[in-house]
């Protein structure tokens, strides 16, 4: 897919244009929502190809659109005591509203609520880098007022459809190390300055600005702490130790990287059996390459230790954004005994239970657990290796 011109400037430009051509699955559950009354707000970790993502959908709509975005102060100036002849003479005859990086401005749901409200005729679409920036600016004035979506970096689906199945074969060990960042995957020659670049500048952008976030090193600390357990129980007494914190102080970090798309919890199944455990979690991360780049580690995988880690975070990831293409909802989680009997994943939805073990060497398949499969009989059963890997994180997608 990736051919060299011989000229940086041929080779820029093509690059560029594979960017925007790279389609989005959710462009269609997007337009969809539009025009029914409701706002639009996008969530997404920063450089996941929000802004992108809707200039693809103001072309499908083709209406006249007004442009903000929240990192310009007089936007922020305007937007922050809203009133409706402000708004109405700000917006005048255009018929969509797009408001990027609305989170930056204070107050932002009740400019967006006075537009729902009062300018039926006109779209507001939102987005944001950190759902608990965002989220608390508009839950409660835009209650029954809004359609929520999540963008996360390119899924495998997506991939798969911007090339083919071939390629994306071929590319798997790069997604494993690198991730699926859009500039990173437009961009390969220069992922790993891309991805240092993502994890240093723009990551923790939306919490260095949290003014109860006055620790950035500690921040730091705990994200590579967490990068390297991927796959293993996390205990936050023992994060705590390694970085030199209270436990508390821990655990609240680690939400807010939850907030702001960094990482994701699996919590433990229990339910059956007596000795499951019934407390733990573990920790994933949205995106392999930030694993690497926080760790500084960008080894191919016959040279690494981790690759069993880095092929169970790219499967659940890559799962996560699965569910989230087809808008289905299902509760996960990972199962463990007191005597050391696992489950990498298990899916539950309405129609069925999934349980799911990750093998990166096909030839360490084995049997399930029995006390596992006696305990949830009705569960349907997967070794997801890298043969079949394809059939796990696209199921369910037409």
Known sequence: MYVYFGNDSILSMFMLFLKVMIKRLQIDFARDRLFRGKALIIFGPR??????????????????TLRLNGDDSDTRELLSKPNVSVLKNLIGKN????????????????????????MKDVQVIATGSSSFELAGHINEPLTGRKYEMRLYPLAYSELVEDTNFLTEKRNLEMR????????????????????KLIADSYLYKDLFALEKLNKPQ??????????LQVGSEVNYNEVSRLVGADVKTVEKYITLLEQAFVVFTLPALSRNVRNEIKKGRKIYFYD???INAVTNNFKMLRNRKDVGSLWENYLISERAKTLQLKNLRAKKYFWRTTQQQEIDYIEESQEQMLAAEFKWNPAKVNQFSKTFLNAYPEAITQFVTPENYFEFIGKQIN
């Open 47 to 64: 450089q996941a190809g929000k802004t992108t993502f809707c200039e693809q959908l103001l072309e499908k709509v083709a209406r006249p």
């Open 288 to 290: 392999n390459g930030i």
């Open 218 to 227: 500690l921040l730091e600390k705990i994200v590579k702490a967490l990068a």
């Open 176 to 195: 494993m190390i690198y991730g699926s960042y859009p500039e990173i995957v437009t961009d390969p020659e220069n992922a790993e300055e891309h991805l």
């Open 95 to 118: 018929e969509i509203l797009f408001i990027d990086e609305a989170q930056r401005i204070p107050d932002v749901g009740l400019a967006i609520k006075i537009v729902v409200d009062q």
